[in-house]
Structures are given as structure tokens and as C-alpha cells.
């Protein structure tokens, strides 16, 4: 793995985590792009045509964001510590909580500002955090949680295998779950142990995303991101809610082709290794920050009015760049990055959230993402003439290994190397 900056020996280690970066593969074949790339893409490709789709039942509003000065001017506050190797933090409704996902296999739960001395779920006895990108890697807490007590989570097995598993809360003790209630939703056979994904995000419609990468290795040697017929290099869209396991969505993209042609659990694919991705609380639009191979990183970008089908470009492209010989590679029918960052400034993207938080409105509408390698943060945001404009805004030592939302739309980061949790804030 390719490192950029010089870090403590602690955190150079730590660095083995999440970058999906492979210095031994061959490099991209040369692009007929400057060699200087934009930190900014400022439009969008077309999107390839999806196939005909019905209407969501329920699509979310769009909202304008309101715009103020951008580039914002922020600072990381300390807020929690102690946390063994985590990797994502989220809630489930509840203003007081908070939810830390440790690589190892357990949940912790804050409330009040506090660590309860017992975690919230420990499944270690199953999970497979042997290597660097193994692990027990997201949560997600379904909209009806508070009644159902129903949880899933993302893990890779003691095979390596990605695992989304359904988990109930106890009964007569909300701040613990039962690790024997275990439902085993859907399990994907992973041929190496990086480019796992690993993101559970349920969208705006109730749905359930997951996020998959390629498979691993470098360069997507099994071709797995371009290929219908697999669940790897993809994000899948699927229900779990009221079914014993889970049901398609009848308006996925290829929900309506030949089972030996296109997986109908598909709902975009061309992604390399989608680490984390987030929507937007307010508008419905979702970004993935897609860990790129050995010079760029990306942010691709979904409309909240998308039937899905998208294709990002891996491994036909590297960021908005070819990763293909010239000859084998072209832009035609794929969604290029609304941002992206070469390898002079990071090595391995950590994807975050928009803020839509009330204590600091001159961050609202701002997309907020990060290195795992440099410990850079930038910001970006669409313009009102529909440009998007990207700026660096922060840079410590951090192995930024996840950015985190509460319930009321505040911002986290997440340091892997030393265990701690900083809360993103405006400077005056």
C-alpha cells in the first residue's frame, strides 16, 4: 500500500485498514487526460440508459440546499475515545445514542455522551477480522427500528466471505442486542481479502444498499465490476423489512431481464471498492466515495430521481481518467466523478455525509469526505449553475477510517489509528 505522508510507526500500520491502493499492480495505461487532474469535475457525463423502471412509490423531496460562502471554514473537536479499531458510526433515531461499529466484531453504544461498559452487540466469535479490510464493517438501523428491534449488519465471516445478517435487540434491555438472533440475509463468496465494501445505508424509499467491491487484488482481475451476472463491484438495492430473508424492489433497473443476463440486486455498478456512501437527509441524493487504484480517488454522485443503472467507470476508468489502454477505454455511457484527488494528496478515499445539521448553517449542503492515508478532509457542493466546486479544508494526522452522522445531523470522524472520535464544527 502506497503511504504519501510520513506517519508514527502506530499509524503507518494502521494504514493496512481501508486503502484498497495496490502498488504492485501495473500502472494505468496513459490517459488522454491532463496529467494534473482537477480536484473538481465541474459536469457530469450522461448516464447510460437503465432499463424502464416504474416510479418509486415514495420519492424523496428535493431541496434546494441553501448556499452560503464556500469554502467553509472548520475545525475537528474532540468528542470520544477508547474505541478499538473503529470503523463507522451511526444512530438509530434516538438524539441521545450513538452507535460505534469496532473492526473486530462489536457494536459500542454511547448514550449521554457516555460508553456503556457492556457493548451493544458482540458477534468476534464469527467474524473474520484477520485482514487488513476484514471485519465486522457498518451497521444500519432500519426507519422501523424503535418498533420491530430488528438491526443489520455488514461483516466478513471466518472465510472471508461477506455476510448481511439481521439482528434483534433485547427485549428488556434496550442498550444490548442478542448475538444468537442472528439471520443470515444474504452471504457473497469474496475471492480476495481487500475490496470488501462494506457500507449498509437504508435510502430514502426504505430500501436496503449495500455496497460491494470488485473482489480484490488489483486492476479487477475477474472483471467483476463490468459483469451483470455478479454481485461484486456493485451497489445493490434490495428489502428485508417483513421477509424472512429479502424480496427485489420491483423498480431496480434490471429487475426485468434474464436472470443469466443481469442480477436483478443490481442497482448501479463500475465501482472499484465503494468503502462508504451516504444520502443526502434533506434532498434523497447519494454520493459514493469509491476508492480508486494507484492514482486517483473519486466521488461519483446519484440524483435522488435516478431509476438506477449508472456505471462509474471501474475498470474501464480511474476516476475520470483511463484506466484501459486508450484503445479498450471511452467515457460513453458512463457517470463520471463529481470530484476526485490524485495520489500527490492521499492514497484511499473515506467517504462521509452532507451536513444538514442546525448548529453550524454555513456548513449546510456541504459534502464532507476524506484520506484514510493523509488525513486531508474536503468539502464540495453543487453550485447553483449546477457546477460542482471542491476545496481542501482541513488536514491532520488522522487514519480517517469513516465520517459518522447523529441524529441531528452533526458530523464525526473517525481516527482507526488511535481510537478516537472528532466532531466537526464551523470556525467563526
Not at 473474520?128 to 427500528?145: K, N, T
Request: hydrophobic share 40%; with cysteine.
Amino acid at each position: 500500500m502506497r503511504s504519501l505522508l510520513t506517519y508514527t510507526t502506530a499509524v503507518v500500520l494502521a494504514l493496512l485498514l481501508v486503502s484498497a491502493c495496490a502498488p504492485t499492480s501495473p500502472a494505468p495505461a496513459a490517459a488522454p487526460t491532463p496529467t494534473t487532474a482537477p480536484t473538481a469535475i465541474t459536469q457530469l457525463t450522461a448516464t447510460a440508459a437503465a432499463p424502464t423502471a416504474a416510479e418509486p412509490t415514495a420519492p424523496p423531496p428535493t431541496i434546494a440546499p441553501a448556499l452560503a460562502a464556500f469554502p467553509p471554514h472548520i475545525q475537528l473537536e474532540p468528542a470520544f475515545a477508547g474505541f478499538a479499531k473503529p470503523v463507522y458510526l451511526t444512530h438509530a433515531g434516538d438524539p441521545t445514542q450513538l452507535y460505534v461499529v469496532e473492526q473486530a466484531g462489536r457494536i459500542q453504544l454511547i448514550v449521554d455522551g457516555q460508553t456503556q461498559p457492556e457493548p451493544f452487540l458482540d458477534i468476534t466469535d464469527r467474524v473474520g477480522a484477520d485482514a487488513s479490510e476484514r471485519g465486522l464493517l457498518s451497521v444500519a438501523f432500519p426507519p422501523d427500528y424503535a418498533k420491530s428491534l430488528q438491526f443489520y449488519v455488514n461483516y466478513t465471516d471466518r472465510r472471508g466471505d461477506t455476510v448481511i445478517a439481521r439482528f434483534r435487540r433485547m427485549a428488556d434491555n434496550p442498550r444490548r442486542a442478542d448475538p444468537a438472533s442472528e439471520e443470515k440475509i444474504l452471504q457473497i463468496a469474496q475471492p480476495a481479502p481487500n475490496h470488501n465494501g462494506g457500507q449498509l445505508q437504508f435510502g430514502p424509499d426504505g430500501a436496503l444498499y449495500i455496497g460491494m467491491g470488485d473482489g480484490g487484488r488489483a486492476g479487477d482481475p475477474w472483471d467483476n465490476a463490468q459483469n451483470p451476472q455478479a454481485l461484486l463491484g456493485k451497489l445493490l438495492r434490495i428489502r428485508v423489512t417483513d421477509v424472512a430473508t429479502y424480496t427485489i424492489p420491483a423498480d431496480n433497473p434490471f429487475v426485468d431481464q434474464p436472470a443469466d443476463t443481469a442480477r436483478p440486486e443490481i442497482w448501479a455498478s463500475g465501482l472499484r471498492n465503494p468503502w462508504r456512501f451516504s444520502f443526502d437527509r434533506a434532498t434523497g441524493d447519494l454520493y459514493i466515495a469509491d476508492v480508486g487504484q494507484n492514482q486517483y480517488e473519486e466521488v461519483n454522485f446519484q440524483p435522488a430521481d435516478s431509476r438506477g443503472g449508472e456505471n462509474y467507470g471501474w475498470n474501464v476508468m480511474e476516476g475520470a481518467h483511463c484506466y484501459k489502454p486508450p484503445a479498450a477505454c471511452g467515457a460513453q455511457g458512463l457517470t463520471l466523478p463529481i470530484a476526485e484527488y490524485d495520489h500527490s494528496q492521499g492514497c484511499s478515499i473515506t467517504g462521509g455525509y452532507v451536513y444538514r445539521g442546525t448548529r453550524f448553517p454555513q456548513l449546510t449542503g456541504v459534502y464532507f469526505f476524506g484520506d484514510f492515508c493523509s488525513g486531508r478532509i474536503w468539502g464540495t457542493r453543487q453550485a447553483a449553475d449546477g457546477t460542482w466546486e471542491t476545496a481542501q479544508l482541513l488536514q491532520q494526522p488522522l487514519a480517517i477510517s469513516s465520517f459518522g452522522e447523529d441524529a441531528a445531523g452533526e458530523l464525526y470522524v473517525l481516527d482507526h489509528g488511535r481510537g478516537e472520535i472528532w466532531h466537526i464544527i464551523a470556525q467563526p
